[in-house]
Structure formats: structure tokens, C-alpha cells
């Protein structure tokens, strides 16, 4: 690993040496251990934090160059890209609905289910977690066990700045349809979003459910329940509603954890 890392930060700091056939192998290492979910952008390391391997995201990066433009024909479909496809759906227990398209470098584990969707390289997804018709997960984006990514849903990626984290949703979270999270916001475990909710790394995630609202930028706790809000702020024109996020309660201990979004929203006294 340590060879591998030193390879892939030399190539980054002088991008002459792509020319070199152990540098392209170092990268193409990495794409493919990414791809099988041997190795992730990020991982969890306790303590609800997780790590980001700068290295490896620079890794992605390099792939770009390092690959010709080609033609790839899927039955009557043609694409012209640098990134060939993922195909090795049958052998992980994979269920990827026509048009449902991963690209090489994204994990996605056993059970997962795709409707007509996208997942970008460097991302990962899994086991049991159902990506629904027209939801995208970006680059790098970390997605947990038996998730429910909602139809539109739309997860940021991130490569660049290489610093930056990427979004992450862990276990058993249920993002209603149109839900957007980029910029690297967290979802904890077991969150539900409601629909058209937008959480970006400056969007105010406010609990209402104390006798004084509780503010969070960037994380939501575990178990939230989510909707979208709006709040007062003044400009120099006058005072406007701008959005933001409210955590209505807790989704509750004995609730299935695959329980529908409306079940959720139910329970706190949400009209769906």
C-alpha cells in the first residue's frame, strides 16, 4: 500500500511521469481495487468520523489522463468516453435495470439494485441499497448498507480539491424523491430525508424539536427525521425566507429500518 501511495503522490506532484509504465499500472492498481471494494476513498474510523484518502482521490484524478478516448457500443447504444463500464453485475448479485449505468472504479455491493440511474467512479455503495430510477451517486460518494436512495435523488461528487471530503450517507438511511446532498455533508445512520430536501456544507440543519432550536451545518445526527424549512434573513433589499433543513423528530428505535418514507414522516405528525 505504502509503494502504491508513493507512486500515485509522485505522479500527482510531476505528471511527466505518466509516461512510465509503473505509474499507469500503480493507478490502474488503485481503479481496480476501488472497483472490486477492496479500497475506498473514505472509511469510517470511528466515533461517527471517517478519513479521507487524499492519495486515492488523486488516484481517480490521474486515471483521466492516463486513458484514450474510445467508442463503447452497448447493444444499439454508443457511447464515446474514456471510462469503460462496469460488467461484472452477474458475479457480485448485482440487479442493474436497463438503463441503469455504473462506470469502472465504482463499487457497488452485493444486493444492490439499480433502476435507470448513474454511479460515477470512485463512489460506493452497499450491500442492499436500492439506487431508484434517475438518482445519481457522484465521485467518490460513500453510501452505507440498505439505503434508499429515492427517485431523483442526487448525491454530489467530489474530486477536486483533493482535500475536500466526500458526501457520505451511512447505514439504512432513506432519502426522499429529489433529495440533494453535496459539498460532503453527512448523513448518519438511519436518517430519513424528506422529499425535495437540499443539504449543502452551508445549509443550516436546524432541530426544532427542543425548546430552543439546535443548529448543524454540514452533519445530521443519526435517526433525524428531515424536512425543508425556510428562516428569515436580512439584505440590503429587505427580509427574505431563505432555505434550510428542519429535524422534526427521531425516527423511532422500533421502526423497521427499511420503513417507507411516508411511515416516517407519519410519525411525526407530518401530512404526506
Known amino acids: 500500500m505504502q509503494d502504491l501511495r508513493k507512486l500515485i503522490e509522485d ?11 509503473d505509474y499507469i499500472n500503480a493507478i490502474d492498481t488503485v481503479i481496480e481495487r476501488l472497483d472490486k471494494g477492496e479500497m475506498r476513498v473514505a472509511d469510517p474510523v470511528g466515533n461517527g468520523h471517517w478519513h479521507t484518502h487524499e492519495w486515492i482521490k488523486k488516484a481517480v484524478i490521474l486515471y483521466f489522463p492516463t486513458r484514450p ?11 464515446h468516453d474514456k471510462m469503460k463500464l462496469k460488467t461484472d453485475y452477474r458475479k457480485n448479485n448485482v440487479r442493474v435495470v436497463p438503463h441503469g449505468i455504473a462506470r ?11 433502476m435507470p440511474s448513474y454511479v460515477n467512479i470512485g463512489a460506493y455503495v452497499g450491500e442492499g441499497t436500492m439506487v431508484d430510477t434517475w438518482a445519481t451517486v457522484g465521485s ?6 440498505h439505503c434508499h436512495l429515492s427517485g431523483g435523488v442526487g448525491i454530489g461528487g467530489v474530486l477536486e480539491p483533493v482535500q475536500a471530503s466526500p458526501v457520505i450517507v451511512e447505514d439504512n438511511c432513506f432519502l426522499g424523491s429529489r433529495a440533494i446532498v453535496v459539498e460532503g455533508v453527512h448523513l448518519e445512520s438511519e436518517v430519513v430525508l424528506g422529499a425535495n430536501v437540499v443539504l449543502t456544507a452551508s445549509t443550516k440543519i436546524i432541530d426544532v424539536t427542543h425548546e430552543k432550536p439546535i443548529e ?12 425543508p424549512g425556510t428562516y428569515p434573513k436580512k439584505f440590503p433589499g429587505g427580509e427574505y425566507h431563505v432555505p434550510c433543513a428542519l429535524i422534526i423528530g427521531k ?3 422500533s421502526t423497521d429500518k427499511k420503513t417507507s418514507l411516508n411511515d416516517a414522516l407519519r410519525e411525526n405528525n407530518v401530512a404526506v
Do not use: N
Open 11 to 21: 505522479a500527482w506532484d510531476d505528471r511527466a511521469l505518466l509516461q512510465h509504465t
Open 69 to 79: 478516448m474510445q467508442e463503447i457500443s452497448v447493444g444499439p447504444f454508443v457511447f
Open 104 to 114: 469502472y472504479g465504482a463499487h457497488l455491493a452485493s444486493g444492490v439494485i439499480m
Open 140 to 145: 467518490c460518494a460513500q453510501i452505507g448498507k
Open 216 to 227: 448543524y451545518i454540514g452533519r445530521v445526527p443519526a435517526r433525524s427525521v428531515v424536512i
Open 251 to 253: 425516527r423511532k428505535e
